[in-house]
T-cell receptor
C-alpha cells in the first residue's frame, strides 16, 4: 500500500477554512484517497474520498493534485466540534482494509 | 437509526484473564471489521468477516486472539490469557455489502490489562 504523510498537528480559528495537507507520492493508479476523522473517545468517521477528481460533500471538499501525489482536505467553516484527529488513507479499489497512519491532530480555537 | 454498538465500553482485566468484547453492527450490514488502537496511534486492522465467514484474520497479533460471527450479525472478539500489551481500544466497524463500502465505526471498547 502507498503510504501517506501528514503534519502531526495544526491549529485553526473557528469560522475559518481549515486546509489539511496529505502527501502520497507513491500512490498507484487504482488507489483512492480517503479521509476519516476521529473525535476524542469516538470511533473514526468517514468524511470523503476521491480518485482523481475533486470531490465535495456536506462535510468537506477534497482537492487532489493532477499528479495525484498529494491532496488537501478542506473544512470550509471550522467549528469547535471539528476538533479531532484527521486521517488520510490511500486504499486500493478492491481492498477492504483501512490502513490508518498517525493522522493530524486538528484543534479548532475560538 | 442505530449505529454500530459495542459492549462493554470499558473493561479492566487482570493479566491472564480471558475477555470477550461484543459488537452489534448496523442491521443488514454484511461486512464486519475489528481494529485495535493503541494509545496515541491510529487504528490497526485485525480481522474481517463477510456474513459469518472470516475472510481475513491476518492482523490478529497472536493465537490468543479469536473472533467469531456465527450468525452473520453480532460478533465477539475474544482474547485469552490477556497481557499488558493487549491494553488498547478495540474498534468494530461494519459496511453494507462489500468490504470496500464505507465503514461505520462503533465507539470502541477500552481494554486495560493490569
Amino acid at each position: 500500500d502507498a503510504k501517506t504523510t501528514q503534519p502531526p498537528s495544526m491549529d485553526c480559528a473557528e469560522g475559518r477554512a481549515a486546509n489539511l495537507p496529505c502527501n502520497h507520492s507513491t500512490i498507484s493508479g487504482n488507489e483512492y484517497v480517503y479521509w476519516y476523522r476521529q473525535i476524542h473517545s469516538q470511533g473514526p468517521q468517514y468524511i470523503i474520498h476521491g480518485l482523481k477528481n475533486n470531490e465535495t460533500n456536506e462535510m468537506a471538499s477534497l482537492i487532489i493534485t493532477e499528479d495525484r501525489k498529494s491532496s488537501t482536505l478542506i473544512l470550509p467553516h471550522a467549528t469547535l466540534r471539528d476538533t479531532a484527529v484527521y486521517y488520510c488513507i490511500v486504499r486500493v479499489e478492491n481492498d477492504y482494509k483501512l490502513s490508518f497512519g498517525a493522522g493530524t491532530t486538528v484543534t479548532v480555537r475560538a | 437509526g442505530a449505529g454500530v454498538s459495542q459492549s462493554p465500553r470499558y473493561k479492566v482485566a487482570k493479566r491472564g484473564q480471558d475477555v470477550a468484547l461484543r459488537c452489534d453492527p448496523i442491521s443488514g450490514h454484511v461486512s464486519l471489521f475489528w481494529y485495535q488502537q493503541a494509545l496515541g496511534q491510529g487504528p490497526e486492522f485485525l480481522t474481517y468477516f463477510q456474513n459469518e465467514a472470516q475472510l481475513d484474520k491476518s492482523g490478529l497479533p497472536s493465537d490468543r486472539f479469536f473472533a467469531e460471527r456465527p450468525e452473520g450479525s453480532v460478533s465477539t472478539l475474544k482474547i485469552q490469557r490477556t497481557q499488558q500489551e493487549d491494553s488498547a481500544v478495540y474498534l468494530c466497524a461494519s459496511s453494507l455489502s462489500l468490504g470496500t463500502d464505507t465503514q461505520y465505526f462503533g465507539p470502541g471498547t477500552r481494554l486495560t490489562v493490569l
